[in-house]
């Protein structure tokens, strides 16, 4: 049974920092793609970031290019997304998502096959 589960996320000001963490089981990392999806009040949900099982290569939507980190830790099974410089319009819900014996590029076009139940950034002054 694949679960994934996130934490972190919250309340943070302009210009801060914020770290979200996907606990994933039930599935074999190696060979999946992995990431984390958002959705902001009244807008479609969209894929922020991914990191590669196979070569652990990541990918990221061009807003976040350079603020964001995603990394991942097999031996834990977790995958971390380190936010920084955030901004107002990183608001959003976000979602761990994975798609299994599959690249990035598949987890972003054709969507997930699995969901973590969604954390709340609010980046706010």
């Known amino acids: 049974q694949v679960q994934l589960v996130g934490s972190g996320g919250g309340l943070v000001q302009p210009g801060g920092s914020l770290r979200l963490s996907c606990a994933a089981s039930?599935?074999?990392?190696?060979?999946?793609?992995i990431g984390w999806f958002r959705q902001a009040p009244g807008k479609e949900r969209e894929g922020v970031s991914c990191?590669?099982?196979?070569?652990?290569?990541?990918y990221y939507v061009d807003s976040v290019k350079g603020r964001f980190t995603i990394s991942r830790d097999n031996a834990e099974n977790t995958v971390t997304l380190q936010m920084n410089s955030l901004k107002p319009e990183d608001t959003a819900i976000y979602y761990c998502?994975?798609?299994?014996?599959?690249?990035?590029?598949?987890?972003?076009?054709?969507?997930?096959?699995?969901w973590g139940k969604g954390n709340a950034v609010n980046v706010s002054s």
């Open positions: 990191i590669s099982g196979r070569d652990g290569s990541p």
């Open positions: 998502a994975v798609r299994t014996v599959s690249r990035c590029l598949a987890l972003f076009f054709h969507g997930a096959e699995f």
């Open positions: 039930g599935f074999t990392m190696a060979t999946s793609a």
